[in-house]
């Protein structure tokens, strides 16, 4: 077959609820993207008969062992996987997937590398994709390479390069894979009301990080909107006009074409917004909601790369884990989604106190953290209460609900926790309150076993820790 035409690889999810049905994913699109550039590359260099002497020259090997198709009833798949990885351990629960791991230390850009022949071009082929597969989330889905200065999050995003800022937003390469969040119009509200909160606050220009990169859609060869020169009040000047279209959307439905009416900025921004979200968040079903955090406003929100969890999992492993909260002001949520949280005490960044070292500050009590959400600041108007569209309250509380390994690194003193090590706590759930002048603290303690229940039911419904 490699001496006839080129082949083209696709990529798909079989649906649970079928079989015989097959659905395109977002993330497809960056592998498949991948795949084909390296099939393309490759194909050029081989033939059958350059592939069958390579094959000769290595059967003889324990290590290598050509899939024999032919002769056995077991799959192709089950071959090549057998032929990959002859570990036990790499083939888990083959009926529901193979799982992908990285391993702690591993070297991201070694993922890259070709693959030796010696089993031919198929164990090749899905070698590199294994490998690719581990660390998608590392590198931009446009240039493929690693990203400039950031910290890998979970979702695959664009880099900050001006060429793929330009070709995601202009040519739209690549935008379902980028776009993957936009899932929820719930979910996009509630990144819009992060950034129009980051762009208002005082402390625009630390915590409105990153900066948006937009591309002048009359001048495709420059930044309208550039991180190495920042205008922030442009910026909340085009957020509210996409609050105001979110808000018609919702009302009556809208278009591209309407949310751009009033600046041909405003659409490549909510793209970015969207697009640059590093976290999973989604919204919880009702039957799946923490009934006694008192808020419709739940959502999933993992964001640990693969290599951190690789890390979470095997501390969690040695110390076992328990649950805490942490609170922020909405304000500083933009960033956090798009870097995960971080050890602020010491930094420009820092807003409280540090009386207990340095770390990220955590509580078993949601009464605690939520101190620190900025609800003692409340000066909600009537008018901002009217409001239908999440996007469009600026203030807004936000709880985050995350697992935090029992280790040495955990400080415990009463209902002020310290975790000096950021690889040892991992979002899990996110909730939201509209702000009021009379909010009531929330009364929830992981301490106790009938909210530690309720916390269970939340995980088991939402497979966290398979």
């Known amino acids: 077959y490699l001496d006839g035409i080129e082949a083209q690889v696709e990529v798909f999810q079989v649906p649970m609820t079928s079989k015989w049905e097959t659905r395109k994913i977002a993330l497809g699109s960056q592998i498949r993207k991948i795949l084909q550039t390296f099939v393309n590359n490759q194909w050029k260099k081989l033939s059958n008969k350059l592939v069958q002497e390579t094959v000769s020259q290595c059967q003889g090997s324990e290590q290598s062992q050509l899939p024999e198709i032919n002769k056995s009833k077991k799959s192709v798949l089950d071959k090549l996987l057998t032929a990959v990885h002859k570990t036990p351990e790499f083939l888990r629960q083959m009926s529901l997937g193979t799982q992908i791991q990285l391993t702690a230390g591993e070297d991201l850009d070694s993922h890259k590398n070709i693959p030796p022949l010696d089993d031919g071009f198929l164990v090749q082929f899905l070698t590199y994709a294994l490998n690719r597969l581990k660390s998608l989330n590392e590198f931009c889905v446009i240039c493929d390479e690693r990203h400039v200065l950031e910290t890998g999050l979970l979702k695959p995003c664009v880099c900050t390069r001006e060429l ?77 006009k996409v609050i105001e279209a979110r808000i018609r959307l919702v009302q009556k439905g809208s278009s591209k074409e309407d949310i751009s009416r009033d600046s041909k900025l405003t659409f490549p921004l909510l793209q970015w917004i969207i697009a640059t979200c590093r976290a999973h968040i989604i919204i919880l079903p009702d039957g799946q909601q923490l009934k006694s955090m008192y808020t419709k406003y739940q959502f999933l929100l993992l964001s640990s790369p693969p290599a951190k969890d690789i890390i979470f999992r095997q501390e ?25 949280l971080i050890n602020a005490s010491g930094t420009k960044l820092q807003l409280h106190g540090a009386a207990y070292g340095s770390g990220i500050y955590l509580s078993p009590s949601a009464t605690v953290s939520f101190g620190y959400t900025g609800y003692r600041n409340v000066t909600q108007s009537s008018d901002e209460s009217k409001n239908i569209c999440l996007a469009g ?74």
């Open 164 to 240: 793929c800022a330009f070709a995601f937003q202009t040519l739209g390469v690549m935008s379902d894979a980028a776009e993957s969040v936009a899932i929820d119009g719930g979910v996009v509200d509630l990144l819009v009301a992060m950034a129009n909160a980051a762009a208002s606050s005082a402390r625009a220009q630390m915590i409105l990080d990153p900066y948006p990169s937009i591309v002048d859609p009359d001048h495709p060869d420059k930044l309208a909107l550039d991180p190495k020169n920042p205008d922030f009040s442009i910026v909340k000047t085009l957020l509210q």
């Open 393 to 466: 309250k600026v203030q807004l509380l936000c709880l985050a609900l995350c697992e935090v390994v029992v280790s040495p690194d955990l400080k415990q003193q009463g209902d002020i926790w310290l975790c000096s090590n950021p690889d040892h706590v991992c979002t899990r759930f996110f909730f939201v309150y509209e702000a009021t002048a009379n909010q009531r603290p929330i009364q929830f303690d992981t301490r106790l076993n009938a909210y530690k229940a309720e916390i269970d039911h939340a995980i088991g419904a939402n497979s966290i820790k398979k």
């Open 316 to 340: 969690r492993a040695k110390f076992g884990s328990t649950f805490a909260f942490h609170g922020s002001n909405i304000e500083n949520w933009h960033s956090i989604m798009r870097k995960g």
